[in-house]
């Protein structure tokens, strides 16, 4: 009886097991958008749970750490390379129907994207103003009397048109508020710092560049594709490699979603092809930004400078002498880390096995086009002071940190914590 009972647990705990693993795979078969990771765009929506602080205990500031909203794809080229290539092979005649049909779509998609590559999408703008916007109706004690706003963002045009959009949101709400925006070199040792060190594990010599090759090659199969959308296999043989033109189609295809098009590619792939090469750029985002167990913490220690700054522009809050908020806008590279080493529930996994990073690490969760971090302070008439963490407006948690009244703590505990545990580490 008790061995029956002991296999009867097993398969249970084997079950179990199964089901979460195949979660992660679920949420992007149900929504190809997520198949983007980081171009997946921001889920808009209210937040699933607003937790009241406990009696007595009233908001006044808010510490912010954002990416930029919903962009075009990184440069011109990455539309026009293919763009050209599927038009020679329309002038040689070797495009089949469905060939033609794409590459009718692509010339859809470059009257928009033409001298676009790289900029802040309209709705990324829209993005940052709607965060912006709940951000003050769920906390209006912070900014109804007005006082000082602050934000940074990186030098790049796309982060600093996304603190536009943001600071403009809550000036819509509340003109009284005075709101300093600056976009400077002076501020990119803590807005988006990288030491030499990561520099060069993350460069095309690093460690992990052999492992990933294979992992690619194993996941990216263009083979169908190409046979799909070329007439002959002597043009294919001559001329199209099949795992650039998958590269080439997931990209237009995940970006859709961003440029808010009515063109869609992901007709072209199937869902497993989809998931498959999500797992590919989903593994490069995860060894070079995140709790990769063989990045010796790098990714981590990049984000240093910005936890100081995060806890001196706090302390400056607490002693009245800072602000009511504190904006920064800098790039996925940055936010992944960043929730990673605040301890954020699901954001520092750690893992060695690429077969299973999907299941660690869900860049879509995480840093999500327009994705965010806010750090909310509360304070009771005794100067005792709490605070909750939000990631993409929704209430999480610092598991290794405890506390009694989640998904509040005690910011003397979360700043001991922090300075101690990681900054000192």
């Known amino acids: ?13 084997a079950a179990a097991a199964s089901l979460a693993q195949d979660a992660a795979k679920d949420a992007i078969f ?4 997520k198949a983007g990771a980081v171009y997946y765009a921001y889920p808009v929506s209210t937040p699933q749970q607003v937790t009241a602080p406990p009696k007595g205990f009233e908001p006044f500031y808010v510490s912010h750490y954002g990416r930029h909203g919903s962009r075009y794809l990184i440069a011109d080229a990455d539309y026009k ?12 005649g070797a495009l089949t129907p469905l060939g033609e049909d794409a590459l009718a779509r692509i010339k859809r998609v470059w009257v928009d994207a033409e001298g676009h590559g790289g900029d802040l999408a309209p709705l990324g703008a829209r993005q940052a103003n709607g965060i912006a916007h709940r951000l003050y109706d769920a906390y209006p004690q912070i900014f109804s009397k007005g006082g000082r706003v602050t934000a940074r963002s990186t030098v790049s045009l796309r982060c600093s048109l996304t603190m536009s959009a943001f600071c403009e949101g809550l000036k819509e709400k509340n003109p009284a508020l005075v709101v300093t925006r600056e976009s400077s070199n002076k501020h990119m040792a803590y807005l988006n710092y990288h030491s030499q060190e990561s520099c060069d594990f993350n460069g095309p010599e690093g460690p992990w560049q052999e492992e990933y090759r294979k992992f690619e090659e194993a996941h990216v199969k263009g083979e169908r594709l190409a046979k799909a959308l070329f007439s002959s296999d002597e043009y294919i043989l001559k001329n199209v490699n099949p795992r650039n033109l998958a590269w080439s189609f997931y990209w237009l295809a995940v970006d859709m979603q961003d440029m808010e098009s009515e063109v869609s590619f992901f007709d072209l792939f199937t869902k497993q092809e989809l998931f498959d090469i999500y797992q590919v750029f989903n593994f490069r ?6 709790n990769y167990a063989a990045g010796r913490g ?15 522009s706090a302390e400056a ?6 602000d009511v908020a504190t904006l920064r806008f800098g790039h996925d590279g940055n936010l992944i880390p960043f929730a990673g080493v605040l301890g954020l529930k699901d ?10 990073f999907y299941q660690a690490f869900e860049s879509w969760k995480i840093a999500p086009m327009g994705g965010n971090v806010q750090i909310i302070f509360f304070r009771n008439k ?3 002071v709490i605070v909750k963490f939000l990631l993409n407006e929704q209430e999480t948690l610092i598991p290794a940190l405890h506390t009694t009244m989640a998904p509040f703590y005690r910011w003397a505990d979360v700043k001991h914590h922090l300075e101690t545990n990681v900054l000192k580490k």
């Open 1 to 13: 009886m008790m061995k029956k009972l002991f296999v009867s647990l097993l398969l249970l705990g």
């Open 30 to 33: 149900a929504d190809l958008n």
């Open 81 to 92: 390379r293919i763009l050209d290539f599927m038009q020679k092979a329309h002038d040689a």
């Open 285 to 290: 985002f995860y060894v070079q930004d995140a």
């Open 298 to 312: 790098m990714a981590y220690d990049n984000v240093h400078p910005l936890l100081r700054n995060v806890i001196e």
């Open 317 to 322: 809050a607490i002693a009245g002498t800072g």
């Open 347 to 356: 954001c520092y996994n750690s893992e060695i096995d690429p077969y299973k």
């Open 382 to 384: 005794k100067g005792e």
